[in-house]
């Protein structure tokens, strides 16, 4: 047995994949967002410092450096905030404010990251340093430490909200990875008991309506598809045996017979044309095969032509208007007056009309009535045939439409069971279908074709 096994992925490796691409994802967020929020954050502590140092600009332009430097040591005795303040005079002397870096160790104007203070004080500071026309530098310092702290503490909350969605993403990944190996399990389980023998496996359908019932739906109708065409390929082989049996049965018994040495010339004859019709049947049923098979698959596409429908019609009854009549039946034709133009297979369109014709002399009776009609609407035609003789069982009428499907279970009548088989096909080539209705009393059946559209507008040549 050949064993399918694409799901070797378990639930926990699906869910690691899941979870590291989830990972990237957040950290490549985590990165990106740190970097605007501190860019963010920079701006806005040095729009304040500049604000500060406006202030106290103008502060000093009012009332001069001395009470300049009194208002800094009063604001460094009572600190509050990140902002320390100092104020040098032309000298490089410190006036007043914080003692955190001399007028030697200042940056030049403008702002700068220094390392400044001494003990508890010393820390990494952004320092903006601006000379007043009155005389004398300001210098603003920001401690870093503070927005380091605050940076941190945003960090810290987004990994932790971080790791919450990891593992809500690891559980979900791993729910996820099982239920979609549990149904990829049960397609290939099935798939694998098709490939062991087993036609009438099908994959497990569930109630999610999901993208997996889907494809189990399409794979179960595939493997109905399929089992139908291997069950009625068995039902082919073993009627076209059983069929051929008897005719070549007869076929050798007549060539053996004529080949007897006591045979007279006459009697040999009689044997050889008795051996020649049975070898005509053998081959009209292997043609009535390669028709429907042509005609299945579409080869015979080529052969489709404009044709006027109601002209074939009326040549087809015409041909059988004597058969019908030697049956004591009468048959009545029903065509619209005027041309009815489609695309189709001349010469199976007749096949199809008179297997249905002859179906309908055979078995509807002495003194039956049979119709041939054609109707007609804008996309279709439809070649009718009906009798009102004894019909066909409702739950026989699908059946008898394929290959060597006969009513008489004996098969001891005449015929090979292909006619309906070949109507069927021949709709089916047209792009249409066939079918048997209940004509009260008797059988009504309804060749549909498709009006088609042959290349190059050919209907207006009719």
Known sequence: MIAFKPLGAKPASLALVALAAVTLALLVGLAV?????????????????????????????????????????????????????????????????????????????????????????????????????????????ENLADRTA????????????????????????????GLMVRRGRGIADAADRIAGGDLSARAPVGAADDAFDHIAVALNAMLARIEALMTG????????????????????????????????????????????????????TFGALLDIARA????????????????????????????????????????????????????????????????????AGAGARIELALEEDAESVRFVVADDGPGVPAEARDRVQERFVRLDASRSSPGSGLGLAIAAACAKLHDGRLTLEDNGPGLRATLIASRGSPPGGAFNKL
């Open 33 to 141: 967002a740190d970097l605007a929020g501190e860019s963010l954050i920079e701006a806005r502590q040095r729009a304040v410092a500049a604000t500060a140092r406006d202030y106290f600009v103008a502060f000093a332009h009012a009332e001069g450096l001395k009470p300049l430097a009194q208002a800094l040591d009063q604001r460094a005795q009572h600190q509050v905030g990140a902002f320390r303040y100092a104020v040098f005079d032309n000298a490089g002397r410190r006036l007043g404010g914080d003692d955190l870096l001399t007028m030697e160790q200042m940056p030049p104007p403008g702002f700068s990251t220094v390392h400044a203070g001494a003990g508890d004080e010393e820390a990494d500071y952004d320092v903006l340093v601006q000379p007043m026309s009155v005389g004398g530098t300001l210098a603003i310092y």
């Open 150 to 177: 605050f940076r941190w503490a945003i960090m810290g909350a987004v990994a932790a909200a971080m790791l919450c969605s990891l593992a809500i993403v690891a559980a979900a990944s791993i729910w996820l990875g």
């Open 233 to 284: 390929m068995q039902s082919v082989t073993d009627s076209l045996a059983h069929d051929l049996r008897s005719p070549l049965t007869r076929l050798r018994a007549a060539l053996s017979e004529a080949l007897a040495p006591e045979a007279d010339e006459t009697r040999r004859l009689d044997l050889i044309e008795t051996a020649h019709g049975e070898c005509e049947r053998v081959l009209a």
């Open 296 to 363: 299945e698959s579409g080869v015979s596409r080529e052969m489709l032509a404009p044709l006027d429908a109601a002209a074939t019609v009326a040549e087809v009854a015409e041909l059988f208007a004597p058969v019908v009549e030697d049956a004591g039946q009468t048959l009545t034709v029903r065509t619209p007056p005027e041309p009815v133009t489609m695309s189709g297979h001349d010469l199976l369109l007749r096949q199809a009309l008179g297997n249905l014709l002859h179906n309908a002399v055979r078995y």
